[in-house]
T-cell receptor, first 113, second 111 residues
Framework: DAGVTQSPTHLIKTRGQQVTLRCSPK?????VSWYQQALGQGPQFIFQ???????QRGNFPDRFSGHQFPNYSSELNVNALLLGDSALYLC????????????FGQGTRLTVV | QKEVEQNSGPLSVPEGAIASLNCTYS??????FFWYRQYSGKSPELIMS????GDKEDGRFTAQLNKASQYVSLLIRDSQPSDSATYLCAVNPNTGNQFYFGTGTSLTVIP
């Protein structure tokens, strides 16, 4: 049973560019959430997708957008990259209630130069 | 006001000792509580969940929940060097399916 998979694992982008990160949820999970984890901080909630719609959103600007596909996989897009966007981006999958916790992928390390 | 607060540490304990990690949360209506372990450069790994007041034991790990005090703790018995990691407390409030994380407590187990 494959767990949560993310791609790519590492990425270097230039300030002002755009980036797309991808996530496939754990088998049996239909809800995908994205988190940003800066160095030395806990994960910060970006947004959550369920049934191909954004259901909840954290305190992130509109430069952060996403999509969920019919097979439950998801993309995170970040436009007009800033140096401060450098972080570990984590995808977490869960059932819709989240009652049994969220399971994370290995993350994508984004460096903006 | 932070949703979930943890002592960032670092916390150092000798091998074989009990490590105690603490967490407080602000949303009194929260229903689900989790502990994650994160090794350096890796993603968080779910190690414990707790939903009711009291203790929940799983191997060397015991999670404790006190909803009246809005307090969650994790005890690690017989600590091993492989337990050295950052431990994240996460809370699932009653308002949706997002998780609020603390900043994590760095634990070092000294051989």
């Amino acid at each position: 049973d494959a767990g949560v998979t993310q791609s790519p694992t590492h990425l270097i982008k230039t300030r002002g560019q755009q980036v797309t990160l991808r996530c496939s949820p754990k088998s049996g999970h239909d809800t995908v959430s994205w988190y940003q984890q800066a160095l030395g901080q806990g994960p910060q909630f970006i947004f959550q997708y369920y049934e191909e719609e954004e259901r909840q959103r954290g305190n992130f600007p509109d430069r952060f957008s996403g999509h969920q596909f019919p097979n439950y996989s998801s993309e995170l897009n970040v436009n007009a990259l800033l140096l401060g966007d450098s972080a570990l981006y984590l995808c977490a999958s869960s059932g819709i209630t989240g009652a049994v916790g969220a399971f994370f992928g290995q993350g994508t390390r984004l460096t903006v130069v | 006001q932070k949703e979930v607060e943890q002592n960032s540490g670092p916390l150092s304990v000798p091998e074989g000792a009990i490590a105690s990690l603490n967490c407080t949360y602000s949303d009194r209506g929260s229903q689900s509580f989790f502990w994650y372990r994160q090794y350096s450069g890796k993603s968080p790994e779910l190690i414990m969940s707790i939903y009711s007041n009291g203790d929940k034991e799983d191997g060397r790990f015991t999670a404790q929940l006190n909803k009246a005090s809005q307090y969650v703790s994790l005890l690690i018995r017989d600590s091993q060097p492989s337990d050295s990691a950052t431990y994240l407390c996460a809370v699932n409030p009653n308002t949706g399916n997002q998780f609020y994380f603390g900043t994590g407590t760095s634990l070092t187990v000294i051989p």
